[in-house]
């Protein structure tokens, strides 16, 4: 994978709002691959006192992008398919890894799988992406908040 695209999608994470806001850390990105970890916090519960199913859905959803972006050709979800398996709980580190079985001119098909730091298997799904026809570029990429001015 190129250099310097990896280097746009790191920092279009970096400078996306939601990903900050969840705490959304990017630990690899490689073409057709990339893994995210978030850590599993107490804010994140739902009613039930596990994660709530939204929170994982973010995770898997940035894993998700950045994979299906990883050729340098913008790509935008079309379906995504979430099956949860366990129960995710406060404490502990909470890794989603989509892997791009697929990849077309047009479409990019990936599987995601998240996991706790235990190996246990909390989620995965199916998605399928709109790759469209023009790049990704470096200009569109938000700026994270220690780079922007005034900060």
């Known amino acids: 994978m190129d250099r310097d695209l990896r280097s746009v999608l790191w920092r279009a994470v970096e400078g996306?709002?939601?990903?900050?806001?969840?705490?959304?850390?990017v630990t690899c990105i490689e073409e057709g691959y990339a893994r995210v970890e978030m850590e599993a916090t107490e804010d994140l519960l739902n009613i039930h006192g596990i994660i709530h199913g939204g929170a994982?859905?973010?995770?898997?959803?940035?894993?998700?992008q950045l994979a299906s972006n990883s050729h340098g050709q913008k790509a935008v979800a079309l379906t995504m398919n979430v099956a949860y398996h366990a129960p995710a709980r406060a404490g502990g580190l909470l890794i989603a890894e989509a892997r791009e079985f697929q990849c077309t001119a047009r479409t990019s098909h990936c599987d995601i799988r998240v996991t706790d730091d235990r190996g246990v298997l909390i989620a995965t799904c199916r998605a399928l992406a709109y790759r469209r026809s023009d790049p990704l570029t470096l200009s569109e990429v938000?700026?994270?908040?220690?780079?922007?001015?005034g900060a």
């Open 56 to 64: 994982l859905f973010s995770l898997l959803d940035e894993a998700f």
């Open 16 to 25: 996306e709002p939601f990903a900050r806001k969840l705490g959304l850390k």
């Open 142 to 149: 938000p700026k994270a908040s220690s780079d922007r001015e």
